[in-house]
DNA sequence: CATGAATGAGGCTTCATTCAT
DNA sequence: GATGAATGAAGCCTCATTCAT
């Protein structure tokens, strides 16, 4: 079973790591129009490298995507905060710091392409990550209990580009918005949400 | 001897027209990357005929982005709603929701490229539309004291976009998180901003 | 026979009048290259109208041209010297002037088109000028023997344009270069000149 | 470890050499307007192969003129020939003669284009294989001694491109020019010569 | 298996010329 | 007859992807 994957040789991972990590530098600086040809060059690897491992543009952003988003999960199990409204606001600013730094992952949130399938992955990920420390946070009556793991998320992507945007913006702008939003999550404001389904890809349930 | 810029040839001003409505169509659909060859062939024109009217892909955006921001401009001034909460609530679904529809709105609003001076103003008159909404709100004790003009327009059209990048999400999925920013800013929950200066370009003053 | 080409209504002669000279102007600035949208603009007309009077670019050259060098030839047999060989040095300063300081006048001479049979006009009424003056200096032995009309047109347009091809060349560096080509006419020095046909355009005869 | 700059693939070596050679091809019979794409399709490669290895049309034509060049100041250093006259006059008939054949070499050393400091090089080169050819023959009495290498090669390449010119003409009537410009170089006719500075770019001293 | 060369569609823009008003 | 709008081929260049070495 482990075999069907045999492997890779020592260098081939080598240079597998390279071009992710150089991926992850320039979608994360440059956003995913980032080309190829200068990721490969950042690796140290000949485009045709990068395309054995990932046979479109595409797949590397998923494969880098996926990357980011695990750390993030990770990041996001890690929060050690016994009261459960601020673990989530906890999480909610880890998430969106690492959106507000990384223009890739903004754009793959926010990208119109059809790429749905892979970038579900990472969103289903991430919101099982969220799920628990939201339903705590409801059920301790710090959260509205109308909002969703998904609203949390889209929200909180969107919200966190907004700095970088404007080029005299200060960096941690963000942040102000940040705190805006946590407060519109608050129980005590909770205005009737529209009844619209959440979008399945989303949502994920 | 008839107006200030003598109208132009009928059938001149129907291309014109026809040229803004592609863009428009386009812009919105596919946001600003939208070829401008593609624009002229749905407008059933040449090329040279758009080159003639827009020596740039810049100023065809610059034109329709205007032309839209105009129309939203107009119609929050038409807002006639006496209770200064609701007028505001009723200003603020109103830009979402173009937002929301129009791709090439989004980019604008969200482009890091340095075509600012040109788009500035757009969000300068947008800004200046909102103030006095906001203010009288702000005075009626119905909104949070600490948030802009700025701030508003900013996260309103980063929330906005939220529905149409999903491609099963419902297409007024951003009328929920609507309400969850309307909550945000309600002065019950007033969390203490940090004092992150805002942007010159976005506040205006 | 008069009647063959009846005389222009009067607006029609001024807007022919202001395209040549808008036209010349052009071409002595910018070269060949000059826009035709440019030069009409410049002549406070509609391209249409120009392309009435010229139904080709190349026709406009030819015109402006031919104008250029009538003048120039008018000019020439105006010189009022007794002396032959500073009759024809004169005559060689002038022809060089004119094209160092326009630019067009030296595109045509140098211009590889197929234009030919306009421009040949052109050159033949040069010749003609020239000719006599040549011819007298020869005569006189101011001259070598051995060169023609021609030659002399030829090696003149070639030389006078050769400062303004320099940025920081002083303008009137052709004027150094044309007392070489003038001494290298001088029968002193003549060496043996190859028996090439000379160019039936060129010389003409 | 091989060479400073590791050899090319041997197909991509074949390559190169087509494209150089069709460039070199097209400048020379068009000039350096002479399009990129049909440069491309002559040496049978697509466009991107050629902007491969030259970034910018710029870059090309500055690969295959100084190629040219250097090819034209290898030859003129190797004149053998012990009188200082006669070593002259066959490096100006070599130089004459390759602008007379190569309209691309005329353009560069002619154009009023400012890629000046690519280009500049490219005289510099040649005015310093020149030079001590001019300065021998001026110590040997054989050539006037009022003249730069700059205005030798600036008069030479303005005459070169007589002949091409006109259709009719013999190819080789650059030949008689070139005769009489040496004539006008001899110490015997030396009329005084305006004290015009030449210009910096050309005589380089 | 790595390399980087090759490909070519597609992007923005200019300009001589035609044609509806 | 004048106007200037319309046309579209052609120009330079980029970039995701394929393929020979």
Redesign the interface.
Known sequence: MAATERPLRADAERNLQRIVAAATEAFGRD?LEAGVDAIAKEAGVGVGTLYRRFPTKGDLIAAVMQARTSETVRLVRAIDEPDPGRALAAAARLVAERTASD?GLFDT????L?C?QTLDGMRSELLAALEPLLEAAQDADAVRDD?TAG?LL??LA??A??????????P??W???L????????P???????H???????AGR
Chains 1, 2, 3, 4 share one sequence.
């Open positions: 956003g223009r949130l926010v990208a119109e059809p749905a909002i609203d889209a929200i969107s919200v580009r907004i700095s970088p945007r404007f080029w005299d913006a200060p941690d702008l942040t102000r918005y705190v805006l939003v946590l407060d519109g999550l608050s005590r404001v909770a205005s009737p949400l529209p619209v389904a959440p979008p399945r890809r989303l």
